[in-house]
């Protein structure tokens, strides 16, 4: 695990954690490093809620989709993201939600039996462990108050500007990068592609913004 440690550090599950004591806390953790294709699940819903993950290399997707498959993506992750925790301590015998890769990646899979619980061994990381845990849950919920906050907007105009401006201000320049292709952000916003592409045209237009892909810049104010 020592190749990761760089990776693993930016991880909120591992904050404060040695290099030296890397391996021993996976090893106690039960983790296992898998490889995964591009396209290919991670998880599927409805698979049990056996293991907390953390993105390596490459990035995945989560997604739900509702009883006639129309799916909404409700994060994307990346390098050194935690996933499926939220599920594991709020109970959930099965996964309500899938977790695909986009590219090619690599994940660290956790036991999350040993996750949550002081092993025989009483390691001195276990309480750091679920500190860091509370925390990185404690973040999320926020991230999902942000995005409730998007989709309540009333027109897809109105989503796509409160989500551009929150990127703007978070990476500090009216220039940014997003974690989503067209589509992954039209799901995450819960609106149609063909209505935000329509919006993102106009914007452009007006000289509000400018954009090539997932590279935005806000030139004006975008009321």
């Avoid at 993950?53 to 990035?59: A, K």
């Avoid at 942000?146 to 500007?161: A, F, G, P």
Wanted: proline letters at 2%; one cysteine or more.
């Amino acid at each position: 695990m020592k190749k990761y440690f760089e990776i693993l550090s930016q991880c909120p599950l591992f904050d404060g954690i040695e290099q030296e004591d890397l391996d021993t806390m996976i090893e106690c953790l039960n983790g296992k490093t898998i490889k995964v294709s591009k396209g290919t699940p991670v998880f599927l819903e409805g698979d049990s809620v056996r293991f907390v993950g953390v993105v390596l290399s490459g990035t995945a997707q989560v997604i739900r989709e509702d009883y006639y498959g129309n799916r909404s993506v409700m994060t994307v992750l990346q390098p050194g993201e935690l996933f499926a925790e939220v599920f594991s301590c709020a109970g959930f015998e099965t996964m309500p939600v899938s977790v695909i890769a986009l590219t090619d990646s690599e994940v660290l899979l956790l036991d999350c039996r040993h996750v949550f619980a002081s092993c025989s061994n009483s390691c001195h990381f276990h309480s750091l462990l679920m500190k860091n845990l509370l925390q990185e849950m404690a973040q999320k919920n926020l991230a999902l108050t942000q995005k409730i906050r998007y989709m309540s907007q009333k027109t897809t105009k109105e989503k796509l500007i409160a989500y551009l401006a929150d990127q703007a201000k978070k990476q500090g320049s009216s220039e940014f990068v997003i974690p989503y292709n067209r589509q992954s952000l039209a799901d995450y916003l819960g609106v149609e592609r063909s209505a935000m592409s329509a919006e993102i045209s106009k914007l452009k237009k007006s000289g509000q913004i400018d954009s090539r892909g997932s590279w935005f810049c806000l030139k004006t104010s975008t009321k």
